[in-house]
């Protein structure tokens, strides 16, 4: 089992809240990324980190911003959220060189109302 | 542009009937193809990652395979605790850069 954790499990909220998704890893991987995944849909790269204060936006236009202070944590935020941000957020790491597996947290099942 | 299809979107199979999951890819600079298993509310769990054409990886009752087009994961004498989406993902171009994934296919085995 990887040792990724992400916080809330769930979570249903108001349209225009401010929410953070948590991420954390345990095994110092450098790179981590976040991936949204709709129902019978593949997952999408939101965003992804190679290190301590690198961060870049992945294919799918995201109105979220992460940051990537200390290697373990890869918190991203929802300034204003919207019922289109309505989705399951799956964060992930991973270590070493060349082709790495990812390993996934259990994700964020996020409901705007 | 890179790209993944997953075959067939879903297989109801009995216990103990063997099959094949198919995932094509279309990609400049294969650099790894990946095999992940989802269980309804959880995260992907890894499975295997091939590297190269005529390459093969076991666990149990899983085996995948991979050519130059697509990658097979054959499922021996399933069980019901077999049940899951498996997703192929494939990574391409730069050492590091994120996976590209299919839409799985959602294998459901009865007893």
């Known amino acids: 089992e990887a040792d990724i954790y992400q916080t809330p499990r769930y979570l249903v909220i108001g349209t225009g809240k401010k929410i953070t998704l948590e991420c954390s890893q345990t095994?110092?991987?450098?790179?981590m990324y976040w991936y949204q995944q709709d129902p019978g849909m593949e997952l999408h790269l939101i965003h992804y980190?190679?290190?301590?204060?690198?961060?870049e936006k992945g294919d799918l236009s995201s109105e979220s911003t992460v940051s990537r202070i200390r290697t373990e944590h890869f918190p991203l935020t929802l300034e204003s959220a919207r019922p289109s941000h309505t989705s399951q957020y799956l964060c992930?790491?991973?270590?070493?060189?060349?082709?790495?597996?990812?390993?996934f947290g259990n994700g964020t099942r996020l409901t705007v109302t | 542009e890179d790209q993944v299809t997953q075959s067939p979107e879903a297989l109801r199979l009995q216990e103990g009937e063997s099959s094949s999951l198919n995932c094509s890819y279309t990609?400049?600079?294969?650099?790894?193809l990946f095999w992940y298993r989802q269980d309804p509310g959880k995260g992907p769990e890894f499975l295997f990652t091939?590297?190269?054409a005529g390459e093969e990886k076991e666990k149990e009752r899983l085996k995948a395979t991979l050519t130059k087009k697509e990658s097979f994961l054959h499922i021996t004498a399933p069980k019901p605790e077999d049940s899951a989406t498996y997703l192929c993902?494939?990574?391409?171009?730069?050492?590091?850069?994120?996976?590209?994934f299919g839409k799985g296919t959602t294998l459901s085995v009865s007893s």
């Open positions: 992930a790491s991973s270590g070493g060189g060349g082709s790495s597996p990812l390993h």
């Open positions: 095994m110092g991987h450098d790179k």
């Open positions: 980190s190679y290190g301590v204060n690198s961060t």
């Open positions: 990609v400049s600079g294969l650099r790894g």
């Open positions: 091939l590297y190269s």
């Open positions: 993902a494939v990574q391409a171009g730069q050492a590091g850069t994120a996976l590209i």
